[in-house]
């Protein structure tokens, strides 16, 4: 097993983002609206990735240029396979998907499926922002913005091999996966995660403890659920709302 992978009997919930560099087609005019697959030279492929725990500050990093496609698809195989939770910004939709195509293609078995908070999910249906870009998220919850790339420009010379473009690329990506954690940190602690975005209850068992933040010291009934026999509960430490059934008994004890 990789040295950077340490076994815990803790729920493991990894923040991990990628950068894709962009496709090459043979095309005719610059209007063009569709590429037929037969027009494709080069099809997008992961080029880099960067990741870190929910309960450390080290970061981790792989890239193409760095380690290799292959060393580096295996580092991010085996993240992904230890963690019981991903979390990301349009991470089920794009970044997974476009691992596996990766991992397909170079002769990989698939990898554990883990289960996805998935940021982007909670922005567009919990609020109404004029942008949904993870940017525009963090400006508006006051939260460190995304590094100016200057653009397509640095895929450009990252594609050429610049060295001092690649060092930018892994700051970049880098730094996306700390302001996600960052808005990750700010929907959980205000309330913002649902059930189905991150459910402790599902991986400990514990029906006494908090689905969004896993402490089970915390949680006060406030009234009386609109289902008969439940009632709704809030934490005290996260501010996530909840029902449960009237007879749980809400223990001290820490997580």
Known sequence: MPDFIKPSNKLRALVIDLESMYGL???WQGRTDYINKNMLLRAPEVICWAARWTDSDKMMFSSIHHDGKEAMLQKAHDLISEADILIGYNTKR????????DFAKAGLNAPHDPEHCDLYSITTSQFDLFSNSLDFA???FGIVRKIDTGG??????CDAGDAEAWELMKSYNCNDVHITALLWEYYRDHGWLRKRDMNYIKFTGDRQSCYSCGRNDSLEVTGQAFKAG????????CNSWDSRKEGIIVSRRSI
């Open 152 to 157: 397509i420009d640095l895929w450009k010379q």
């Open 230 to 237: 439940d009632v709704r509960i809030k934490c005290s430490t």
């Open 25 to 27: 087609a043979a095309v």
């Open 94 to 101: 794009y970044d997974i998907k476009r691992f596996r195509n």
């Open 138 to 140: 963090c400006k508006e």
